[in-house]
């Protein structure tokens, strides 16, 4: 769902929302800390450490917004395509600027929205040591405050049907930390600005790991 500008419907996200919470604590046993520092109005960019496939859907069925993601194009096959569509999310083509996938995303937040993104790039060790520019661009541009999550469990033990996926019913800790703006306030976009902005992130995002660790015992 789409609305008549082209962004990423607020209706489809809270559909996947709705969609998100009835899977992820039918099947796990999430343990949400912190979700009052989440603004509730107004647009906010969600980052989160990426070390499993469950990241995405788990913040989706946690978080006490609606979140519009920036999803991988491979990932839109077959009837996943029309879903994750139909849910609000947002393909992007990572090898390229993908100049509609940044429409879509600057929609979402002109429109009030929330916006996922995986600063890593990609799915690894999920500590916030590799950051790509594309969250301080999202968040310099839009003036949007940046929420770090930190989803720690869900790589910790393996399903015994399957790899891919925690054990049924297992904890996965899912912790909210405080906003903050990436920007220095004075709206610049060169790339010094960003580049001083993702440093900023980059800091804001590893305390806020290292913090939920020693909360969550994780």
Do not use: C
């Not at 046993?29 to 520092?37: E, K, S």
């Not at 096959?77 to 993908?98: E, N, Y």
């Not at 929609?107 to 500590?127: M, N, S, Y």
């Not at 220095?184 to 800091?203: F, M, W």
């Amino acid at each position: 769902m789409t609305d008549s500008g082209g962004a990423p419907s607020e209706a489809g996200a809270a559909v996947g929302r709705r969609i998100g919470i009835g899977l992820m604590y039918g099947l796990w046993r999430p343990r949400v800390l912190g979700a009052w520092r989440v603004p509730s109005a107004g647009p906010v960019i969600f980052a989160v450490n990426h070390s499993h496939g469950i990241d995405g859907p788990m913040l989706m069925g946690t978080a006490p917004r609606p979140v519009h993601f920036l999803i991988k194009k491979e990932a839109f096959k077959g009837p996943l395509d029309p879903f994750l569509r139909g849910i609000g999310q947002v393909k992007v083509d990572r090898s390229t600027a993908d100049r509609k996938a940044i429409t879509d995303a600057l929609g979402v937040l002109q429109q009030g929205g929330a916006l996922g993104i995986f600063p890593e790039g990609t799915r690894g060790e999920g500590d916030f040591a590799s950051l790509r520019a594309g969250l301080a661009y999202f968040a310099v541009r839009s003036g949007a405050p940046v929420v770090p999550v930190a989803v720690l469990g869900s790589t910790e033990r393996h399903s015994r049907l399957t790899s891919a996926v925690p054990p049924l019913r297992s904890r996965v800790d899912v912790v909210f930390g405080d906003a903050f703006e990436a920007g220095d306030g004075s709206g610049r976009r060169t790339r010094k600005a960003l580049d001083e902005a993702t440093v900023r992130i980059q800091e804001r995002l590893t305390a806020h790991l290292a913090q939920a660790r020693r909360l969550t015992g994780r």
